[in-house]
């Protein structure tokens, strides 16, 4: 008996009181749908399946409404996601500018093998995007919402020890 506990799918054990609480922020409605997932989403850093069911017993709306917006915008993601986020440029300027070298840097570095978007610790996404719109400033990356230009293999590693280095201070205090 204990064992099922213990094996109990974290997903299942998750609070729904958080989801609840951003439903009332945003109001019970359909019309609610979109800003609700935006906020679950920066919440949890993706659409967990169970949650989106549950929005859909909330608003009173079929669970496939809600999951056929979830999968329409770009912006949500069905996907776990890591605590940090990697968006390469993939776009025209910034493959010729060599993105390849920077994408195989981060990888090697996080740990992602070929494949692989989220590393198993849950720490890192890496996310190839289209054009950022900062051709000039070819290969772009952006890291966790800041922007870096001209990016080489060595800058994306010491913006990631930069960031490694605060998660093991934050870790500590
Ligand atoms: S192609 Fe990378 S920013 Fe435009």
Request: aromatic letters at 6%; a positive charge.
């Amino acid at each position: 008996m204990s064992q099922a506990i213990v094996d109990k799918p974290a997903v299942a054990e998750r609070s729904f009181q958080r989801v609840q609480q951003i439903i009332e922020e945003c109001g019970a409605t359909k019309s609610s749908l979109i800003p609700i997932l935006q906020k679950v989403q920066e919440e949890y850093r993706y659409l967990p399946q169970e949650i989106l069911a549950f929005i859909a017993t909330a608003l009173d709306v079929p669970p496939a409404t809600v999951f056929g917006v979830a999968t329409f915008y770009a912006q949500f993601s069905l996907d776990p996601k890591g605590k940090n986020i990697i968006k390469v440029c993939d776009g025209t300027a910034c493959h010729v500018r060599g993105n390849k070298t920077i994408i195989s840097a981060i990888c090697k570095k996080v740990g992602l093998k070929d494949g692989e978007h989220t590393t198993s610790d849950m720490r890192w996404t890496l996310e190839k995007v289209s054009c950022l719109g900062a051709c000039g400033l070819a290969p772009a990356v952006v890291i966790n919402e800041q922007i870096f230009g001209r990016m080489t293999p060595e800058k994306v590693i010491a913006a990631i020890n930069e960031i490694q280095e605060d998660d093991k201070l934050k870790v500590k205090k």
